[in-house]
């Protein structure tokens, strides 16, 4: 009986020492779920598992968010490796770390550890365990907050750190759901617009007056508050922002108003959700991202009074402007034609509404920048793409012509409604 015991006591020293712990502490190692797609459903929190802004670029850090099974949510299971629907890229940990808090993001598919997953059960939920360094997906500090970061750490039985997997294709959820209920989105109605295209416009539903630059972090909810307070409400260039929200971060439900400096400043991907100016000032929002692969969305919402332009791409990378309404503007869009670093910039224009408005949007053709259109709406006349050819900081850009040509400005008369 002793020496069985001596050889349990070695074989449990073992597992510590080549890190068959995790098995050990974790709970009995069980088959993983049967291929297929699903969502991951955080059992701390009941908000599932993103890619912010459905992003398709490389080294996007995922977040927690409330469910809804839409692009970005949907995760395809086959052979351990979890691969995001919409991008195809495979959920891993960054640099290939066995470091607890290390960052979980998507990336290209390999056949690294560091991409493949294993599932121990836990009650009705799993947890999912990275191959590499035997460490559990979790919730940066636990949170239980929409826009809370994804990352790897020690696996215990914290709720943060197990998940349901929730069938995506409409079948039965085989796993109870969560009863953690997620904060709702503020439902607002919005004011009524008129027939020259000024749409409807939301009310707010308080004020706040802020004086300096709110740094929110990955996420942050306005509750459809009124926010203004900083600058001069004019053109002045070099105005501090109103917000700024970090690398694959989302800002939503915001009422912006004069003056509000320099709006938003994303530096890095980014999601701006049913955002609204009444006055834009320096500009709306400026997007400044380094790499090439940062995606910005523009979800839903408004902007009025821009006298030279709304949204300024200073970075590198894509941004795509979906179900916007935008009035009395010089331009929609200018991707920088005479920044300190020059980049290949380009914007996806889709269900893009413009009234008194000059012109959608400035590239640099020169740079190789593009611009595509979709469902756009014009009331009036305006120009939709106007091409640039680049200079370094310190020189004016040269307008170089306008209109679609299928390399630069991409877009048919189909895709373009005058009123």
């Known amino acids: ?14 597992l510590v ?125 636990n949170s239980t907050s929409s826009g809370a970061l994804l990352q790897q750490n020690s696996c215990d039985s914290v709720a943060t750190k197990q998940w349901t997997l929730r069938p995506a294709n409409g079948g039965g959820d085989p796993d109870p759901t969560p009863t953690v209920t997620p904060t709702a989105t503020p439902t607002v109605t919005p004011t009524s617009g008129g027939g020259d295209g000024s749409g409807p416009w939301p009310s707010d539903t308080g004020s706040v007056h802020q004086t300096v630059t709110r740094n929110v972090g990955t996420f942050f909810d306005g509750g459809m508050k009124r926010y203004y307070g900083i600058g001069d409400g004019g053109q002045g260039e070099s105005q501090d922002p109103m917000f700024v929200v970090a690398n694959g971060g989302t800002i939503q439900n915001v009422i912006i108003d004069a003056p509000a400096g320099d709006g938003i400043h994303c530096e890095g991907s980014c999601t701006i959700k049913n955002v609204w100016w009444n006055d834009v000032g320096e500009d709306a929002a400026t997007f400044r991202s380094s790499s090439s692969s940062a995606r910005y969305l523009v979800d839903g919402g408004g902007a009025k009074s821009a006298s030279d332009k709304v949204f300024q791409h200073n970075g590198a990378g894509t941004l795509t402007i979906r179900d916007f309404q935008v009035h009395s503007a010089g331009k929609l869009y200018r991707a920088c034609g005479n920044c300190s670093t020059s980049y290949q910039r380009h914007v996806v224009m889709d269900g893009v509404t413009a009234r008194s408005t000059k012109v959608l949007a400035g590239i640099n053709t020169n740079w190789g920048d593009t611009a595509r259109f979709s469902r756009i709406t014009v009331y009036g006349s305006a ?37």
């Open 1 to 14: 009986m002793r020496r069985r015991r001596r050889l349990a006591l070695s074989l449990a020293a073992a």
């Open 383 to 419: 120009v939709i793409c106007e091409k640039y050819r680049g200079v370094p900081k310190g020189s004016e850009p040269t307008k170089i012509g306008e209109g679609a040509d299928g390399v630069n400005c991409l877009y048919s008369p189909s895709d373009i409604t005058y009123r």
């Open 17 to 141: 020492t080549s890190g068959g712990l995790v098995a050990v502490l974790t709970g009995t190692a069980s088959a993983a779920p049967a291929n297929g797609s699903y969502t991951l459903v955080n059992a701390g929190s009941g908000l599932c598992a993103t890619v912010p802004g459905a992003s398709t670029g490389d080294g996007v850090q995922l977040v927690q968010t409330a469910c809804a099974g839409t692009a970005g949510q949907v995760f395809a299971l086959s052979g351990g490796q979890l691969k995001a629907a919409h991008s195809g890229k495979c959920l891993g940990v960054r640099d290939a770390s066995t470091s607890a808090g290390k960052a979980v993001q998507q990336e290209s598919c390999t056949s690294a550890a560091s991409q493949t997953w294993q599932f121990t059960a836990s009650g009705s939920n799993y947890r999912i365990v990275n191959a590499n360094g035997g460490k559990c997906l979790n919730v940066k500090d």
